[in-house]
Every structure is written in structure tokens, then in C-alpha cells.
């Protein structure tokens, strides 16, 4: 289960706060992406970076924002402006490319209070 | 852009019976197709994957086919065992692009 993480395991945010969920890996990937899972949905896609200093808006983007500074970091902000927050978050990593496995972290689940 | 339909939501079979899982896609470009197993409070994990070129493909127990004239493609599971028991995911994507279209997921029920 090793080679990408996501923390906090659980998060509880008031209404209109931002919060930040990270992602790390050390499987050297140079793309990266983070998902919102609910119950009957399946997984949507919010953002991913194929590159440092790159990255692009997914199916669901509003009220999300994020950056890519470093290689192995791919953080997630959950802004005020996202109406409906509460989820389960995934973050995954791959090798750039079509063809190749999405590895994914253990998730996060917000609450908002 | 790519839309993934998956039926059944949920599939309740007995042990060693067999299990079919079906999704249809929209963009007759798509050319990679993986399933992805989620166990009970885990990630989901790659479990067989098809790309366009190639109408059928099996591992062990499971196996998926595709039929690119009808858009749509099917996971087998046969002899299924009460570990089988999660919920599958579909996915499709373009070539050139890193993004993998969902569909909403199977939820596998395998009784001993």
C-alpha cells in the first residue's frame, strides 16, 4: 500500500472555511490527479498535472483549486465557494501516458460540519 | 466529451457462480478501458485492463471483451468467491490524454 498517501484521514471543516488536503508520492509519476467519490457516483475527476507547474480543470472543478510545486506533492484546497463538500477524496499518480495504472492513496473523508 | 454508463449498480450472485459486469462509452476515440476493484474502506486498485486493438482479455478468473462497434465493453468474473465481493469500476479514455472517464460502479455481492 506503499508509494502514495493522502492526510488527514478525516477532516471536519465549518461552513466557509478553505481547507488543504495533501498528496504525496515517491513513485517518481510524473502525472497525478484527485478524484471526489460519493455514494452512487462513482469516482469524478476534479484536477490532475501531468507536470510540475502544470495541471487542469477536470469534470468538476469549482471550488477546488490546487498546485504543483514539486514532482511528489499534488495538494488539494477546498474552498468556501464548493457548495457541497462533503465527500470521500482520492488522489492517484501514474506514469505519463495513456496506457498506464492509476495508482491510488488511501483517501480523505470531509465532513462539513 | 466521454460519458461511461454501468449496469447493474448492484449484482448479488451465489459462490461459484459467475458474474458480468457491462459499460457502455460515448466517444468512439476512447481506446483504453481498465476496471478497477474497490474492496470495503480501501483504494481501488487496478484489477485487468483492454486497450482498443484487442477484443477480449483474460487473467485467472476474470475477463473482459470489447466490442468497439457497439461501444461497449464487459468484466466476467466466473467461479466467484465471497472475496470477489466489492465494488467495480468501468473507466474509459482518449489516447494522447491522461484522463480516465468512471463509470458509477458495481457493487458485487458473492454469498457462500
Known amino acids: 500500500d506503499g508509494g502514495i498517501t493522502q492526510s488527514p484521514k478525516y477532516l471536519f471543516r465549518k461552513e466557509g472555511q478553505n481547507v488543504t488536503l495533501s498528496c504525496e508520492q515517491n513513485l517518481n509519476h510524473d502525472a497525478m490527479y484527485w478524484y471526489r467519490q460519493d455514494p452512487g457516483q462513482g469516482l469524478r475527476l476534479i484536477y490532475y498535472s501531468q507536470i510540475v507547474n502544470d495541471f487542469q480543470k477536470g469534470d468538476i472543478a469549482e471550488g477546488y483549486s490546487v498546485s504543483r510545486e514539486k514532482k511528489e506533492s499534488f495538494p488539494l484546497t477546498v474552498t468556501s465557494a464548493q457548495k457541497n463538500p462533503t465527500a470521500f477524496y482520492l488522489c492517484?499518480?501514474?506514469?505519463?501516458?495513456?496506457?498506464?495504472?492509476?495508482?491510488f492513496g488511501p483517501g480523505t473523508r470531509l465532513t462539513v460540519l | 466529451g466521454e460519458n461511461v454508463e454501468q449496469h447493474p449498480s448492484t449484482l448479488s450472485v451465489q459462490e461459484g457462480d459467475s458474474a458480468v459486469i457491462k459499460c457502455t462509452y460515448s466517444d468512439s476515440a476512447s481506446n483504453y478501458f481498465p476496471w478497477y476493484k474497490q474492496e470495503l474502506g480501501k483504494r481501488p486498485q487496478l484489477i485487468i485492463d483492454?486497450?482498443?486493438?484487442?477484443g477480449e482479455k483474460k487473467d485467472q478468473r476474470i475477463a473482459v471483451t470489447l466490442n468497439k462497434t457497439a461501444k461497449h465493453f464487459s468484466l466476467h468474473i466466473t467461479e466467484t468467491q465471497p472475496e470477489d465481493s466489492a465494488v467495480y469500476f468501468c473507466?474509459?479514455?482518449?489516447?494522447?490524454?491522461?484522463?480516465?472517464?468512471f463509470g458509477t460502479g458495481t457493487r458485487l455481492l458473492v454469498s457462500p
Open positions: 492517484a499518480s501514474s506514469i505519463e501516458g495513456s496506457y498506464y495504472e492509476q495508482f
Open positions: 473507466a474509459a479514455s482518449l489516447t494522447g490524454f491522461q484522463k480516465l472517464v
Open positions: 483492454i486497450r482498443s486493438n484487442v
